[in-house]
């Protein structure tokens, strides 16, 4: 699992993946346990459908219907990206992701910016995912008339997940199943249920926003992107799953799927059960659906409850991916060594330097102001998502074409290449969607990444000073 001092050949299978997750001692502890499918792919679309699915809709609703456009061409897109880790993580299956596969095949600061801009994303989406689940909490408790009590719910919402994850990997694995399996049933609900109150006449316009069709594709796909985050979740854990060769990208692909069809029913239900003008101004559209579809508030008040369920779900679980890549990326010396500890299978520094940031964040979106937070937030992952992104499936493309793997199976080396080159065009699509504002937010977080790993790449190459001397 742990990934070596040195930058590997890309031929030979990883050295080793150990029994069970190890805790500071380097002993599996009790608390510390391995995932299999079922717990993988809870992962996977646990990540993937949190708070995204619940308020997103709303977002893109200024778009118009065109956004479900976008939809379409994301899923696509996501199902590329979801086969390339699957591919990876059968060739390499240690823990870190898109930050080994990276490192492997185009070395250290490579493989530096990939675990960077990974580790922005996913703090980053911890502070969204917050501000998002105090609109739904404020259905059923009145928190957003004072913007303190807000930001306090909020910073709950963020640190009862981080607590989950100090007790080790047994819990984060039980509540990550719990909280998939409960959301799915209210989920499903307005996915199905919606669309036998579907009214054509809520639509709205096709092309509501100026400019060209394609841009709004592109701009409405960016903001869409965040909902699939999460695609790579079973691919950076792969150190803690067993048979990670197989069951990384059986799980990607399963999860991936899921999550798509679950996305496309429930965004199109509450297109055509809210009216367009309605949606745009919504702070629960989910909420708003069910209560057009049946009537009175109990409706949305059961939708807030599940919606709550699902984004602490996904905190649950974007909190023990924003430490494992520092964790892989430590071991090697490219992040600093303290977030290389291990408590109970579980990176406990990079839990704990993750909550503290995404708090700092959300502390500063309710002292800002501005009522945009949520969606400057959303495009600014999107950006630094691509990267990690980009940068594993360019690996993929030159394990491809170095001819380092399927030399025999032509068939199966051209289905990977074209799957590779539209995950590759997606990604890179979806950084011109991100828009300016969040590629040059996205790229002064990168650039002060690079200036951390030229501190670290000097403590590397620092001369040891001779013994006795």
């Given amino acids: 699992m742990h990934v070596t001092g040195t930058v590997p050949p890309p031929a030979p299978a990883p050295q080793e993946t150990p029994a069970a997750p190890a805790d500071t001692t380097g002993h599996p502890g009790r608390h510390a346990r391995r995932f299999g499918l079922p717990v993988a792919t809870a992962l996977v679309m646990g990540n993937i459908i949190g708070g995204g699915i619940f308020l997103l809709p709303a977002s893109v609703a200024p778009y118009g219907t065109i956004s479900l456009l976008a939809f379409g061409v994301l899923t696509v897109g996501a199902i590329a990206l979801a086969l390339v880790f699957g591919r990876l993580a059968e060739r390499d299956p240690r823990t870190g992701g898109p930050y080994v596969y990276a490192r492997e095949a185009f070395g250290d600061f490579a493989g530096f910016l990939a675990a960077w801009a990974y580790w922005i994303t996913t703090w980053v989406s911890n502070a969204a995912l917050a501000v998002a689940a105090v609109g739904y909490l404020d259905v059923l408790i009145p928190v957003n008339d004072h913007r303190w009590t807000a930001c306090l719910a909020a910073l709950v919402l963020q640190w009862l997940p981080a607590l989950a994850n100090f007790a080790g990997t047994r819990y984060v694995g039980a509540v990550q199943l719990v909280s998939t399996v409960l959301k799915f049933v209210p989920l499903l609900l307005v996915a199905?249920?919606?669309?036998?109150f579907f009214d054509p006449d809520n639509l709205g316009p096709f092309h509501a926003g100026g400019g060209s069709a394609i841009g709004a594709v592109s701009a409405s796909a960016a903001i869409l992107l965040f909902s699939y985050l999460g695609v790579e979740s079973a691919a950076v854990s792969a150190g803690e799953v067993k048979d990670p060769r197989r069951t990384v990208g059986r799980a990607t692909v399963i999860g991936t799927a899921g999550?798509?069809?679950?996305?496309?029913?429930?965004?199109?239900?509450?297109?055509?059960?809210?009216?367009?003008?309605r949606l745009v101004d919504s702070g629960a559209p989910f909420s708003d659906a069910v209560n057009a579809m049946f009537g009175g508030a109990w409706g949305g008040w059961a939708v807030a409850l599940a919606a709550l369920v699902s984004m602490t779900g996904c905190l649950n679980g974007w909190t023990l991916l924003s430490?494992?890549?520092?964790?892989?990326?430590?071991?090697?010396?490219?992040?600093?060594?303290?977030?290389?500890?291990?408590?109970?299978?579980?990176?406990?520094?990079?839990?704990?330097?993750?909550?503290?940031?995404?708090?700092?964040?959300?502390?500063y979106n309710y002292t800002s102001g501005s009522a945009k937070v949520f969606e400057v937030l959303v495009l600014v992952t999107t950006f630094t998502a691509t990267v990690p992104y980009l940068l594993a499936t360019a690996a993929q493309i030159f394990h491809l074409l170095s001819g380092h793997r399927d030399r025999v199976d032509r068939a199966r080396l051209a289905r990977d290449a074209v799957i590779a080159s539209v995950a590759a065009a997606f990604s890179l699509w979806l950084v011109a969607g991100a828009g300016y504002a969040a590629v040059y937010q996205?790229?002064?977080?990168?650039?002060?990444g690079v200036l951390v790993h030229a501190v670290m790449a000097a403590r590397k190459q620092r001369p040891k000073a001779p013994a006795g001397g």
């Fill in 442 to 448: 996205g790229v002064l977080f990168l650039l002060a």
């Fill in 259 to 277: 999550a798509a069809l679950v996305y496309l029913l429930g965004t199109l239900s509450v297109f055509g059960t809210v009216a367009h003008d």
């Fill in 323 to 363: 430490a494992q890549t520092p964790y892989a990326a430590a071991k090697d010396g490219l992040f600093p060594a303290a977030f290389a500890r291990r408590r109970r299978g579980v990176p406990t520094v990079g839990v704990g330097v993750t909550v503290v940031l995404a708090s700092l964040l959300t502390v």
């Fill in 192 to 196: 199905v249920g919606g669309l036998f």
